[in-house]
């Protein structure tokens, strides 16, 4: 978990081009959006996106991406138990 | 009632529950919905969705117009309401000069771009024929050719509020005097653009939109186009016009919050509404019924409620969406909303909500279920768009004696109290009087693949233009390049001065003729290339053209009125009239006005094939006759932004506009041009024989350069002296936003800092002085605009 959570970390700093920001920075444990990172309701539909083009995860509603993305580490989860 | 004020005498409609305001209105008598399947094209991750597609065949019932589905959904509805207000021929006695066109769209001709794209990433082949109908601005063409309008001619592009922009933009000018009839409305054809656009946002519900019901879960989208005739009142009456319903008041804000995702408590929405009642001299009891935008998105109704109770406290009168009958048709609905709210007032019955079943307690709103036959006197109807534009408009029974008081006054004119550009010459009027000096900017490469790997076009390109000084990265990785450079030149014009501004006084009209060319492009090719796979949000709220002046609004906190014209070559003279209409109304102390355009590949390479430019294009020479007439003038990109206000002591003004004014023509004809100018500039006590310089489009093309020099000469004759003629176009590039850079040519020339044999024809010192300059635009569509800068 933790090696996908550490992945996850890579993919949001280069998918949103977070100038100066390391995955050291980001708490698995803190809600993604809406907190230190200036990440917001847009970024967590490109992370939507990101989701299905590298999982194959495809997200329709926004209350199960409002529940996956509760923190870094939900998300880890959820991605585990849906990746194909 | 007062003379001016704007009557209905027309409607016209066609959407998914019929066409025709008969059919529509039997299908909300019936309460029947006309949701169903998407045919019109294939959309494998959308295939099982619910649409609002027109079921009937748009082609045939266009006849010979020519035009996107969205410009034909367009004409078909304008048909309708010319016919029912007895203009069926034309205008008929009313004088072409006085009728205009006014158009809300968002989706334009992108239904045929796609199939292009698609021809082209998929099978490598080079149809390019649809892209000639991609421009929004094709419907308001379309329709003042139809009709010969000669007055006011433009699009408006606010997304989901456009059509309701529109009728507002088309009562202003009937209440300034500007027209007597606007044909005024807007349409949109479905496109797999805004379906994997809305679906990208989370945004759809698969099973049809069930507005203010508990299981909410999205909308549904639609198609269709809706058109009313809006008359002055005294002008309808004495042509004997059969009046359908009034036009009591209007009103619009923009929440100033955020992209897409309306601000929560409905502050946007709420001052909306009070603008609309405000203007129309009534208090909340005075509505009978509320046609609610109620799209179903969770955030849409839950704020439109909010605002509701807030206006209308413990009296709230009863509300509906029709959002299921045809599904959300974007730029339309507004109009389409307007057509059922006259024939609610006709027929004295409110249409119902399909899709609602279950009350949410958390919202304690409980629409209209079901068609009823109720009194009503009074209708608000709202639109909210992408960018928090939000529109309020109140329609009034047709025999209803109240009269309302017109508090327009014409402005003798407004301070320019700083502009700000993003062009290849440069940002400021020291960089650009500089560039003007030495001939022009250096031109550089753009790649243009689509025509071969090593193709590439001379273009006067904007290059690096400062985004990182001005706009603080967390933002800045958000903005699309056109939004940025849109931005840059904004921060750079405003400068508001000592006093606290109140961000509702704050108007931004910011027009662009193309929008985020290369973001749009960037998502149409991710959706065709992966199949509609992951498609990317943020690229799709970077192609909603309005959010050039929303994101602006939100960056300086302006929660004025917010605009986003689409007209050609006249996007920018557009913007400045809506942006000027605030100002002279007290509605706003400041505006921005301005205009931006992208250079794209797309573009370049479908201008490329029709034979307009060359890779080696030649640079501009202004009146010298290098060019061909098939030729066009080497593109460029760039935007400007001006912001007018108050003349206040502390804050000197650069220059004054004044004479602003939008118009049309069926043929180039120099002789009444000149006339249209003088009397322009004389309405607004300015003599002819005043003006030093008339500031053109000239280009270096044969035709258009002795076009402008021909209403150069008759201006001339007009003023008794010689007026000397001069181009902008040699320092930015020919591009739809470039009158706004000359504009910003125009306050250099009358401050003295750029000297005027950079521009003139003959090289001409003007040894009088350069300190008034008409600024004429002349769009190869026959739309026109100008204004007049004075030191």
């Given at each position: 978990?933790d090696?996908l959570?550490e ?9 949103f081009?977070?100038?100066?920001v390391?995955?050291a920075?980001?708490?698995p ?14 970024d ?5 996106a ?5 999982y ?8 199960v991406a ?5 923190s ?13 | ?9 027309g409607?016209g409609?066609?959407c998914?529950a019929g066409?025709?305001?008969a059919?529509?209105?039997?299908s ?9 399947p998407l ?9 099982n969705?619910?649409?609002?597609q ?17 410009d034909?959904l367009?004409?078909i ?5 010319l ?32 199939q ?11 149809r390019f024929g649809?892209?000639?109908f991609?421009?929004?601005a094709?419907a ?8 010969g309008?000669l007055?006011?001619v ?11 922009m529109?009728?507002?933009?088309a009562a ?9 009839l606007?044909?005024?409305g807007?349409?949109?054809?479905l496109?797999r653009?805004?379906l994997?656009?809305?679906?990208s946002l ?22 269709g ?5 809006i008359?002055?009142g005294?002008?309808?009456?004495a ?6 319903a ?16 309306p601000q929560a ?7 909306a ?8 001299r009534l208090?909340p009891?005075d509505?009978d019924?509320v046609?609610?935008h109620?799209?179903a ?5 839950a704020m ?7 206006l209308?406290g413990?009296?709230?009168?009863p ?5 299921r009958?045809?599904g959300?048709?974007?730029?339309a ?13 006709r027929?004295?019955?409110v249409p ?6 279950v009350?949410d307690?958390?919202?304690g ?6 068609f009823?036959?109720q009194p009503?006197s009074?209708i608000?109807s709202?639109?909210f768009?992408f960018?928090g534009?939000?529109?309020?408009l109140?329609f009034?029974?047709?025999d209803s004696?109240r ?9 003798k ?11 290849a010459?440069?940002g400021?009027l020291?960089?650009?009087a500089?560039a003007?000096?030495n ?8 790649p ?8 590439q ?14 706009i603080a ?5 958000k ?5 940025q450079?849109?931005l840059?030149a ?13 961000p509702e006084?704050?108007?931004?009209a910011i027009?662009?003729g193309?929008?985020?060319l290369?973001d ?7 959706m065709?290339?992966k ?5 990317r ?10 959010s050039l ?10 929660s004025?009125l ?19 209409t605030?100002?002279a109304?007290?509605r706003?102390?400041f505006?921005l006005?301005?205009?931006?355009d ?5 573009q370049l390479a ?8 060359r890779e080696s ?8 006759g ?14 400007a932004v001006?912001t ?5 002591k ?5 220059a ?6 939008i ?6 004809n120099a ?12 309405r607004d006590?300015i ?12 280009n270096?093309l044969?035709e ?5 020099r021909?209403?150069?000469e008759?201006?001339?004759r007009l003023?008794g002296?010689?007026i000397?003629?001069?181009?902008y ?9 470039a009158s706004a850079f000359?504009?910003l040519?125009a ?6 800092e750029i ?20 600024l004429?635009t002349?769009s190869?569509a ?10």
């Open positions: 978990m090696s959570i992945e996850l970390k890579t993919k949001i700093i280069a998918g081009n977070l100038e100066g390391t995955p920075d980001i708490n444990d803190e809600p993604i959006f809406g907190t230190g990172l200036e990440l917001d309701s847009i967590a539909l490109e992370l939507v990101i989701l299905e083009q590298d194959r995860i495809v997200i329709l509603e926004r209350s409002d529940k996956a993305f509760a870094l580490r939900a998300l880890a989860e959820f991605v585990a138990a849906n990746r194909s | 009632m007062s003379r001016r004020n704007p009557v209905i005498t409607s409609i066609i998914a066409c025709g305001v059919a529509v209105w039997e909300v008598r019936a309460n029947r919905s006309g949701l169903g045919t019109l094209f294939s959309s494998p991750r959308y295939a969705h619910l649409v609002g027109v079921r009937d065949n748009v082609d045939a019932l266009a006849g010979n117009a020519r035009g996107s589905r969205s034909k367009c004409w509805a304008a048909r309708e309401a016919a029912a207000a007895g203009l069926e021929s034309g205008p008929g006695k009313i004088n072409p000069a006085r009728a205009g066109v006014m158009i809300g769209a968002t989706v334009g001709g992108m239904l045929g771009t796609e292009f794209l698609a021809a082209l990433l998929r099978e490598k082949k080079h649809p892209l000639r991609h421009e929004c094709g308001a063409d379309l329709c003042a050719r139809k009709i309008a007055g006011p433009a699009t408006l592009s606010t997304a989901c509020s456009a059509g309701a529109a009728i507002l933009a202003e000018l009937i209440e300034q005097g500007e027209a007597d606007m044909l005024a807007a349409g949109d054809s496109s653009l805004t994997n656009g809305f679906g989370l945004l759809l519900d698969p099973n049809g939109c069930r507005p203010f019901d508990a299981r909410r879960a999205g909308l549904s989208l639609g198609e186009a809706a058109m009313l005739v008359e002055a005294e002008t309808a009456l042509r004997g016009a059969n009046i359908l009034r036009l009591a008041g209007w009103g619009a804000s923009c929440d100033a919050f955020h992209a897409t995702a408590e409905g502050r946007g929405a709420l001052a509404m009070q603008h609309a009642l405000e203007h129309g208090q009891g509505i019924f046609s609610a109620g799209t998105t969770p955030d849409n109704d439109e409620t909010r605002a509701l109770k807030q209308f413990g009296r709230l009168p509300v509906a969406s029709v959002k009958f045809f959300h048709t974007l730029a609905s507004g109009a389409i909303k307007a057509v059922l709210a006259v024939q609610s007032l027929e004295q019955a119902g909500t399909p899709g609602f079943e009350a307690a958390g919202l709103l409980e629409p209209v279920k079901e009823r036959e009503v009074r608000l709202n639109s768009g960018g534009n939000n529109v309020a109140v009034e029974r047709a004696d009269t309302c008081s017109v508090n327009f006054s014409r402005s004119g407004f301070a320019i109290l700083g502009i700000g550009a993003v062009s010459a440069g400021s020291a960089e650009i500089a003007f000096r001939g022009g900017p250096a031109a550089s490469a753009f243009v693949p689509a025509i071969s790997p090593t193709a076009a001379k273009v006067y390109a904007c290059g690096e233009f400062g985004a990182d000084q001005f990265p967390a933002r800045r990785r903005l699309s390049r056109l939004q450079m849109a840059v904004a921060r750079k014009s405003f400068s508001p001065g000592p006093a606290a501004i109140a006084k704050i108007c931004v027009g662009t193309l929008g985020s290369n749009t492009a960037a998502f149409v090719e991710n065709i290339l199949d509609e796979r992951a498609p949000p943020s690229l799709f709220t970077s192609s909603v053209h309005n002046a929303s994101q602006i609004a939100i960056e300086l906190n302006c004025g917010n605009s986003t014209p689409i007209q050609h070559e006249i996007s920018f003279e557009t913007s400045l009239w809506q942006a000027a605030e100002l109304s007290g706003a102390e505006a006005a301005g205009a931006a992208e250079l794209n590949q797309y479908a201008g490329m094939r029709w034979g307009w430019w294009s030649p640079e501009i020479r202004p009146f010298a290098a060019l061909k007439n098939r030729e066009r003038p080497r593109p460029g990109e760039g935007g001006v007018l206000g108050p003349a206040e502390t804050v000197p003004p650069l004054f506009v004044s004479a602003i004014r118009g049309r023509s069926e043929q180039q002789g009444s041009e000149a006339r249209w100018i003088a009397q322009t500039l004389e006590s003599s002819v024989a005043n003006v030093d310089l008339l500031l053109t489009g000239a270096g044969t258009p350069d002795n076009f402008y021909a209403v150069a008759g201006l001339s003023a002296r010689g000397a003629c001069g181009a176009k040699h320092a930015c590039g020919e591009h739809h936003s000359g504009f040519t306050v250099g020339l009358a401050r003295g000297a005027p044999e950079h521009c003139t024809m003959d090289k001409t010192t003007l040894p009088g002085g350069c300190r008034t300059v008409a004429f002349f190869p026959g739309t026109k605009g100008m204004c007049c800068v004075r030191a």
